[in-house]
């Protein structure tokens, strides 16, 4: 613990602004030579207004999902969550979810041994994960219908809060995507939560698995 | 890359006659294919197979976008899927003789939001940050950085605004400088009795390199030093190394 600011951190701040500086010297020398292109005699012609239609970009992917998400030492609960997904190129996406479960001590109790102020606590969860699309494909029903589906797999950090205790949360995941329109997708997953926990007496590294259906839209 | 000093008032200018043409019927940019022929494919990636060709000369109307493909419906009346590269070379008809590639170009130009998360240590301790960022002019940009620190005893919460530096903004291997200010909270864990939580004002100087990996996506790292403000005469500094990546939209 020191009473100032370390040297190094002062170092930092003078060293950060003299580089910054020049960028700022050369933005503000940019600006006379535009006012030198101006025109001098102002043509009288009525200006056509040229429209270019939008191109509609769906790169977006927005829903929800619901499953069971399995704690290690407390058993299995039902999840219900939210995904927002964007996708950088055709092959990776960068996925946030965040979701809602709850974990139970009742084989705690029954022993006569309780680790929570209630039974049932709230368990809350969100990660940031980047996807990579590995087997992208088309599904054939029938004759008349061909659906673009894909086998991604996921990874990610995130946080888990519950029974007070914010938990660093590594996660990994297998997933299918199928889309029966351009703008609608089902998805099947299967995530692998892992956390540190001390709540059954030792800290301990935990997997905690979770098998979830949803849909998106795609905007 | 070059910027033009003239670009920014013809980008409103460009924003506000889109605005106007939205609410007309549902119109669509149209192109022509000056390629030998453009390949129409049954999905929007390279995998999946190509069933039409639209020869040079015949005009096609871009539907939608995903990723780097474009939806197109052909004259004939045929839909499918197009890569970038072949839809770079046609011509857009809108009065205006230009290739479709200098549309896209403008487009990226334009980019100015950024959005990424990271993950390090800050002192002996996992962190993980998600950051989003909007580009002030070539040379700096304003970010909102939330990071979590989940530690052994207790977690703590940092938000902070950072004005990034880019000395060199054209360079593939970029260095930056941040400063910033923010708010440092810190939660004692449940099992622990008698510890209260805190929320100090801090503020925090880093130096880091980003590497742009594609067009749009880039891996960066940095060095930060905080400094929390506990009170008057004491504060405290951390280290922290974050490595992560970010995308443009």
Redesign the interface.
């Known amino acids: 613990?020191?009473?100032?600011?370390?040297k190094?951190?002062c170092f930092?701040?003078v060293?950060?602004?003299l580089?910054?500086a020049?960028?700022?010297f050369?933005?503000t020398q940019?600006?006379p030579?535009?006012q030198e292109?101006e025109q001098v005699i102002q043509p009288d012609l009525e200006r056509?207004?040229?429209?270019?239609?939008?191109?509609?970009?769906?790169?977006f992917e927005v829903g929800f999902f619901s499953g069971i998400l399995s704690v290690e030492d407390f058993g299995s609960e039902s999840v219900t969550g939210a995904r927002v997904a964007?996708?950088?190129?055709?092959d990776?996406f960068?996925e946030v979810e965040v979701a809602e479960s709850t974990v139970s001590d009742s084989s705690f109790r029954d022993l006569g041994a309780p680790l929570f102020p209630n039974e049932d606590e709230d368990l809350e969860y969100y990660s940031?994960s980047?996807g990579y699309?590995v087997f992208?494909?088309?599904i054939f029903i029938g004759k008349k219908w061909?659906m673009?589906s894909a086998v991604y797999i996921l990874a990610g950090?995130?946080?888990t809060d519950f029974?007070?205790?914010?938990?660093?949360t590594v996660n990994f995941g297998i997933g299918f995507r199928i889309l029966p329109t351009?703008w609608l997708a089902f998805h099947v997953d299967m995530r692998d939560y892992v956390w540190d926990s001390?709540?059954v007496g030792r800290?301990e590294r935990t997997n905690n698995f979770e098998l979830s259906l949803g849909f998106t839209a795609?905007f | 890359m070059g910027r033009n000093?003239?670009g920014f008032p013809n980008f409103f200018f460009?924003q506000i006659?889109?605005i106007?043409?939205?609410h007309?019927a549902k119109?669509?940019?149209r192109v022509e294919v000056t390629d030998p022929f453009i390949e129409l494919r049954?999905?929007?990636?390279?995998?999946?197979p190509i069933f039409y060709v639209a020869e040079r000369g015949e005009k096609v109307e871009?539907?939608?976008?995903?990723?780097?493909?474009?939806?197109v419906l052909t004259e004939r009346g045929k839909t499918g899927w197009v890569g970038r590269a072949q839809m770079e070379n046609t011509l857009?008809d809108?009065?205006?003789k230009k290739s479709f590639r200098d549309?896209l170009v403008e487009q990226y130009i334009r980019r100015r939001v950024e959005?990424g998360?990271g993950?390090g240590r800050f002192e002996d301790e996992?962190v993980?940050r998600?950051r989003a960022g909007i580009s002030l002019?070539?040379?700096?940009m304003a970010e909102l950085s939330i990071g979590?620190v989940?530690g052994?005893f207790s977690?703590s919460r940092l938000i902070d605004v950072n004005l990034i530096?880019?000395?060199a903004?054209e360079w593939r291997v970029s260095?930056y400088?941040?400063?910033g200010v923010g708010k440092f909270k810190n939660?004692p864990?449940?099992?622990l009795v008698g510890a209260s939580s805190t929320e100090d004002t801090s503020?925090n100087?880093?130096?880091g390199v980003r590497y742009h990996a594609?067009r749009?996506?880039m891996l960066r790292g940095d060095l930060r030093?905080y400094?929390v403000f506990i009170d008057d005469?004491?504060?405290?500094?951390f280290q922290e190394f974050t490595f992560g990546?970010g995308?443009f939209f």
């Open positions: 613990m020191t009473s100032h600011p370390s190094g951190f930092l701040l060293l950060g602004f580089v910054g020049p960028g700022a050369s933005q940019e600006k030579e535009a292109q056509r207004d040229i429209k270019i239609p939008r191109i509609d970009t769906e790169n964007y996708h950088i190129t055709e990776f960068i940031v980047i699309n992208p494909g088309e061909a673009t950090v995130g946080n029974i007070d205790e914010d938990l660093t351009d001390d709540l800290n795609f | 000093a003239q460009f006659s889109l106007g043409g939205v007309a119109l669509y940019q049954t999905g929007p990636g390279r995998s999946y871009i539907l939608k976008r995903k990723t780097d493909w474009f939806k857009v809108a009065g205006i549309l959005v998360f993950v996992t993980t998600v002019g070539e040379h700096f979590q989940s052994s977690s530096a880019y000395p903004p260095p400088f941040t400063l939660d864990k449940g099992t503020a100087a880093a130096i594609t749009k996506l030093t400094v005469d004491r504060s405290d500094d990546l995308f």
